[in-house]
Structures are given as C-alpha cells and as structure tokens.
C-alpha cells in the first residue's frame, strides 16, 4: 500500500512535469528555455513555509502558526523532491529509495504535534533542510531524511503527505491549463488564495482527480461572473 501510495505520486508528478516543461525536462531544461533547479525550487518553498510562523520579530508577533499553510508548503517541497528524483530514477526505482531511506518507518507512523515546539525549533529544521539542499554534497538519501524530519513536525506523514499532494497536484494541472505560465492565471479567488480553496475542497472530504478538478472549475468559474457583474 505504502508504495502504491508513492509510486502513484511519483506517476503523477512525472506527468505534470512532462505536461508542464515538456518532455525533455531532464536534461535540465524546460520546454521554453528556462534553466531548471530543483534544489533552488526546495530551498525558495522552504522559505515560503517559514512564513506558516510568527517568526518576525517586528510584525503580528503573537500571529498563530498557519497550519493548513505549513501543511501545503511542505507538500510542495515534495514536487520538488519528487522532481529531483526523478531525474535520476523510474518511478519503481524512486519509489524503493524512498522506502529504504532513514526516517520512512517513522515517516508512516503518528505525526507529532506541532504546537508542541517551540517555532524556533521547527525553524531550525526548515533551516538545516535549506543549507543541506543547497549543498551540493548533500545526497538524495540525506536530503529525505532532513525532509522527513520536517514533515513529521508539521504534522504531515506519508498519509497526509499522500491526502493532500493529490488535491494540490490536480490544483497544479488547473493552473497550468488556466494561463499560470502566461500570467493570466488569477491565483486569489474573491479574497481567498487558491490554496485555501483547496484546503476547503479536500476538508469536505472530495478526493479522486476528476472530482478536485471539477470542484475546482466550478469556483474559479465564479470569479468570472463575479468579474462580470461588477463591470456591468
């Protein structure tokens, strides 16, 4: 079960990435000449993640950590670790890495609880994950278990992990059939980013790709009409 569960992810991040950067991606460039880093796109979502927490010192200093952010930020790391994997593996192949690397037994187990540490420590694991990914001596192998350690925290296992890369791999695709490239994607949807819209798909208990799709189109659908009526 555990490997179906990656080796279905791992199917469909091949597929966008073929659909996204055309199918030549790995030699390290996308369909349209841009020079492509997974490590670069690990390390800039970690710092994204780093906003899920009240981290500054000079602004909303008693904020509450952004769980539901922190949970997708960490899900979009792993497109990324997927990515990188993929260069190198099949999918089968990638698939057994993962399960052999240090920290996956207890990447499956009960995540922790997040409100439990002290955000400076979450911080530092975001941080060790940053410097690591962007060293180029750091393995695939030593790259997952940083990773792992990360997730755990922010209260995502191969489970959640598995529940919610689904819903934002189908949000991935919408984006790109939606204009992302060009630009003319809308990303906030009547105030509300799109991650959040998600958030509320999945919590609703949608699942399968047809139906996020669907659920997906039918609110982004609404934008349009709210756009209409406020021209008229």
């Known amino acids: ?45 970690c710092a994204e993640l780093m906003d899920s927490f009240a981290w500054k010192h000079w602004k909303n200093v008693s904020a509450p950590t952004d769980k539901a952010n922190a949970k997708m930020e960490i899900v979009d790391i792993w497109h990324f670790v997927m990515s990188m994997g993929l260069e190198r593996y099949s999918a089968e192949e990638l698939a057994q890495n993962i399960i052999n690397t240090l920290g996956f037994k207890e990447f499956c187990e009960e995540v922790f609880d997040l409100n439990s540490y ?3 420590e979450v911080l530092s694991e975001v941080e060790t994950l940053i410097h690591r990914t962007s060293a180029l001596s750091c393995g695939f192998g030593e790259l997952l278990y940083h990773y792992f350690r990360l997730a755990l925290k922010c209260e995502v296992n191969l489970f959640e992990l598995y529940r919610i890369y689904i819903g934002k791999n189908v949000l991935n695709k919408f984006r790109q059939d939606n204009g992302y490239q060009s630009g003319t994607y809308v990303k906030i949807w009547n105030g509300v980013e799109d991650n959040e819209v998600l958030n509320g798909i999945l919590s609703r208990g949608v699942m399968g790709f047809e139906e996020i799709y669907k659920a997906l189109e039918e609110a982004y659908v609404q934008i349009a009409e709210c756009g209409m009526r406020s021209a008229e």
Not at 25 to 39: P, T, Y
């Open 1 to 45: 079960m555990k490997k179906n569960m990656l080796i279905e992810m791992i199917n469909l991040q091949e597929r966008l990435n073929d659909e996204t950067n055309g199918k030549e991606w790995r030699s390290g460039f996308a369909k349209n000449g841009k020079l492509i880093n997974w490590r670069r796109c690990i390390y800039m979502e």
């Open 118 to 120: 002290n955000i400076y």
